[in-house]
Nanobody, 124 residues
Framework: VQLQASGGGLVQTGGSLRLTCQVSGRTFSSYAMGWFRQAPGKEREIVTTISRDGSNTYYAESVKGRFTISRDNTKGTVYLQMNSLKTEDTAVYFC??????????????????WGQGTQVTVSS
């Protein structure tokens, strides 16, 4: 199983970015998915997760109302739409997948697979 994250970049405060995670190797709909991030000098933290069929989601308080996770099971892709970006959103963003767990367990970092990360930098 391979996870390829893309879409990061440099954006000004208040701007938007959409991250994409392409998953290959097995049936995508078998995975609950999540996005994590890690800022310099800080521990990795959960951003958002989504259930296998997309009907359930979880968001960290810090991103609620600004970020939206979605998935397209026909394309094997999960998206993270990030709006109203803040400087504190600057981090490397990772996508993660679990085949054994759920969108709840993956929010605790219990993931089976990880992508390589994409850098998001928000400037003031």
């Amino acid at each position: 199983v391979q996870l390829q994250a893309s879409g990061g970049g440099l954006v000004q405060t208040g701007g938007s970015l959409r991250l994409t995670c392409q998953v290959s190797g097995r049936t995508f709909s078998s995975y609950a998915m999540g996005w994590f991030r890690q800022a310099p000098g800080k521990e990795r933290e959960i951003v958002t997760t989504i259930s296998r069929d997309g009907s359930n989601t979880y968001y960290a308080e810090s991103v609620k109302g600004r970020f939206t996770i979605s998935r397209d099971n026909t394309k094997g892709t999960v998206y993270l739409q990030m709006n109203s970006l803040k400087t504190e959103d600057t981090a490397v963003y990772f996508c993660a997948a679990t085949i054994r767990g759920s969108y709840v367990s993956i929010s605790a970092g219990l993931s089976d697979y990880w992508g390589q990360g994409t850098q998001v930098t928000v400037s003031s």
